[in-house]
């Protein structure tokens, strides 16, 4: 089971995320890769930021899983969206990752930021600022021009919003294909989701458990916890399953790709296993759309810029981009 990728590509229908957070080390991610590869899993989700791209390289290499029958995605981070930078930062990647090719880069977020790694949420990049259409648009011409050169595939968005997709949309010269936004039964965007599928972009669900690992900066005490709706644990009930599996058979179902992080054997195991086998039914499909509270959990409140009157203003929700040049 595979989905196609506006080029005719396939993606693999689940893969395995490796942001580590605040909570584990390059080794012990890099060690669920080489697991997760072993146990089957072919798409690796990862980014220069979480600072592991060496090991897991290493990781993928050790696995012994044909190049081909892996798809590898990497990200842009915030500090390099000048365009020589971005480039840079690209080549890094390849080689931290030891691949003469990746299947897909993402620009991380759409605004240039930089933080430390465990920043709180007082610890704001003074530099930072709001979405510049045309900055934004000179970086992916960059990226564009790797897409030429054939050491990256296929480009995505991540962290994007309705309008800020349309801008690109109308102006870009290779299209985005992937667009990887947080999903998970409490928060299932459906605006922007329509947008990526309307347009031949397939979204990319990060979070899909509910980020039980996230960052302490991105929590809040109205938080809900997708393992714990009633309907999530009703259906894990009827299956047999844990509810984490539940939200990972919805998204399968759904049309997204998750890309759940765990570390533990039993854990990314049973997410494989779960999430492509016994699915749900109609009716319980129906019911998991009734879950949505559109209850956001990584807020981004570290990305703002000066002026910026809260994490809100990071989402353009009422349709605007806030406090940018389009």
């Known amino acids: 089971m595979t989905r196609a990728l506006r080029t005719g590509a396939q993606i693999p229908p689940i893969g395995l995320g490796t942001f580590g957070s605040d909570r584990y080390g390059p080794d012990e991610v890099a060690a669920a890769v080489r697991g997760g590869l072993e146990a089957g899993y072919r798409l690796v989700d990862c980014a220069s930021v979480y600072g592991n791209e060496p090991a897991v390289g290493a990781a993928i290499v050790a696995s012994g899983v044909p190049r081909d029958e892996l798809f590898v995605m990497s990200k842009v981070w915030n500090d390099a969206h000048d365009p020589d930078d971005a480039v840079a930062s690209v080549r890094r990647s390849l080689d931290d990752l030891r691949l003469d090719h990746l299947d897909a880069v993402f620009v991380h977020w759409p605004f240039p930021n930089h933080h430390a790694p465990h920043a709180s949420v007082e610890d704001r990049d003074t530099t930072a600022r709001p979405y510049d259409h045309d900055a934004y648009l000179a970086l992916w011409r960059a990226l564009e021009g790797l897409v030429d050169e054939g050491v990256v595939r296929h480009l995505g968005t991540s962290n994007t919003t309705v309008p800020k997709l349309r801008l690109l949309l109308r102006d870009a010269r290779v299209l985005p294909s992937l667009n990887e936004m947080e999903l998970h039964p409490t928060f299932q965007q459906p605006e922007l989701f329509d947008l990526c ?130």
């Open 197 to 326: 599928v309307a347009n031949g972009i397939q979204p990319v669900g990060y979070s899909p458990l509910g980020s039980p690992s996230r960052p302490e900066r991105d929590r809040t005490d109205d938080d809900p916890v997708d393992v714990e709706h009633p309907t999530v644990r009703r259906i894990a009930e009827a299956h047999g399953v844990h509810p984490a599996v539940v939200c990972l058979k919805w998204a399968v179902a759904r049309g997204q790709v998750p890309i759940p992080f765990a570390v533990k054997p039993e854990q990314y195991r049973a997410n494989l296993e779960g999430a492509l086998t016994d699915p749900l039914t109609a009716d319980e499909l129906v019911a998991m759309a009734g879950v949505d509270r559109g209850a956001r959990l990584i807020k981004g409140q570290v990305f703002l810029w000066e002026g910026a009157s809260s994490w809100h203003d990071l989402w353009d929700e009422d349709g605007t981009i806030r406090g940018g040049r389009v």
